[in-house]
């Protein structure tokens, strides 16, 4: 069973940055797409952007030319750096499979942005 884990949210200002990790056991974290979600209070759960290892990586509209989505194998990790942080970007961030069967949540970070 991979077992999910979000770090690196937090309170920030509008125009901050941070950056979130999503570290994983297991080979089978390293072969797969792996995408980041987020839900915001109220709304459904969205895709932010996404990761494999061909290719090239793929992002909301919302958060294009702001995010950027990257992977160490090495380490199990997918990172999230968010630049230009907007209020409409506050709330729980996820990652998760990119395809297929998902696999259980972790507990998600969660980033507040302030206007």
């Known amino acids: 069973q991979v077992q999910l884990v979000e770090s690196g949210g937090g309170l920030v200002q509008a125009g901050g940055s941070l950056r979130l990790s999503c570290t994983a056991s297991g080979r089978i974290f390293s072969i797969n797409a792996i995408t980041w979600y987020r839900q915001a209070p109220g709304k459904a759960r969205e895709v932010v952007a996404s990761?494999?290892?061909?290719?090239?990586?793929v992002y909301a509209d919302s958060v294009k030319g702001r995010f950027t989505i990257s992977r160490d194998n090495a380490k199990n990790t997918v990172y999230l750096q968010m630049n230009s942080l907007k209020p409409e970007d506050t709330a729980v961030y996820y990652c998760?499979?990119?395809?297929?069967?998902?696999?259980?949540w972790g507990q998600g970070t969660q980033v507040t942005v302030s206007s």
């Open positions: 998760n499979r990119g395809a297929g069967i998902l696999w259980t």
């Open positions: 990761i494999g290892n061909v290719g090239s990586p």
